[in-house]
């Protein structure tokens, strides 16, 4: 094979490399102007071969790299560089942009100068580290920190703001879960030891909980995340954490100030009850507008004392004083009393059903409360479903105490949050009056007395509001 040969085999292999390979690259003369490009660098700007052939890479290129590029062009065509490199953008047909490697590589052929360069697209990477940098940047601003927690080794590494959130500013790298705990008060650090040792992948985490910095500041922080599988049998946590110091203080004023108010309340709300009884008393002897006038005021003065309650039970609550003074009671009879006011009208029946002998060391009149509280929820929510089963079970070591209406339902998707504080869901178009509160009282009272409460409903088939309580 002569040399002739040998060149044109080489160039052959040239030609078919640059045809083939996925990096866009392209030939230009020493004016600059491109005399050849391959199918990836078509692809990668959205012209067409003929729309590039005879123009100037400078004409795609964002105004911010022209002078660099300009001036790396000069110093390889005018003062000898073999080549050059940037990194840069280019505009594309349909408007968008490309990031680009740029490599550029002076040659010569039959004594003419011309340069080969490759474009190597890197605008995945670009816009990846662009939404990471908005990411960084909307936790720095929103001041949440993120950590991820090794479920296996409980080893915890901290990221963006975490130490400024707790107040450090020499920390090391190693950090562990328990190094987290002792960062918190003592009484909090056996519920956020719990949280994080029973949490499993594929469910959420929440925990409230108070710090206390190195200078001395307390602090309430919101921790949030989800488990997670990773690489087969590993689990993490991933999570955020967050200042809500002054979240609390707000919901302190205003627990105090409601507190305050429904304590103001009570005292003419007592005196304006015992003169409605006297005249109710003596309805019998009033013309019969007057008295049903009476008997309008009277269950006004009810719903108006019951919403007065809530407002004083949840402020209790708020301030942890809900103190219980447990007896031993029959819990049927203690349905049996709390019932009276709703069957007394004739309209609804309270159907109880199941184990009547069951005894239980509790604070009745709180367990009234709750029992009174779904029962007129049933009667509120549930007009038409005119019996209300109450239903008493023993179950292991607990008794359920469940009732149930067959009125309109809850959807699915609002039940996890019947029992939270002011929780109201929409139906009803605004219909029913209340505050929210009667079922976050219900499962507070419960949760003291060590049991459960929760709820079962189908739209359209009825809701079943339940409790457990342990049996001594
Ligand atoms: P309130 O009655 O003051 O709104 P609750 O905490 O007692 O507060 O109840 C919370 C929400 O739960 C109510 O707003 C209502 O939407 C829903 N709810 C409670 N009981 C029933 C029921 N038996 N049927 C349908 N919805 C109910």
Redesign the pocket.
Known sequence: MDFKEKFDECDARFEAIFNLTSAASKIINSDLKILKVNEALTDLLGYSRDEIVGTEIMEYACDEDKPHWQALQKAMWEDGKPDFKLDACLGKKDGSLAWVHVTTVRFEDDGVAYAYTVLDDFTDWKSLQESEQRLSMALKYSKMAVFELNLADRSMSRYDGFDQVLGLTDSDENWSQERLIQHLLPEDQDMLRKALTDIEPGQSFDFQGRVKTPDGVIKWLNFQGRAEKVNGNQARLLGTMYDITRDKLIERQKDDFISIASHELKTPLTALKGSLQVLDRSKQTFEPKLAALVDQAGKSMMKVNSLVDDLLNASRLGEDQLHLRRTRFNISKAIDECCLHVTAGGVYNIIVEGQKDIEVDADSERIQRVIV?FVN??V???PKSKDIKIQIAKEGTHVKISVT?E????AKDKLSY?FDRH???D?GGGQ?S???????ISSEIIKRHGGQIGVESELEKG?T?WFTLPLS
């Open positions: 509280n929820n049933a509120k929510y549930a209406d009125g309109p339902g809850i019947l929780y109201r869901t139906t029913y209340g505050l929210g509160l009667g079922l976050y809701s509001f």
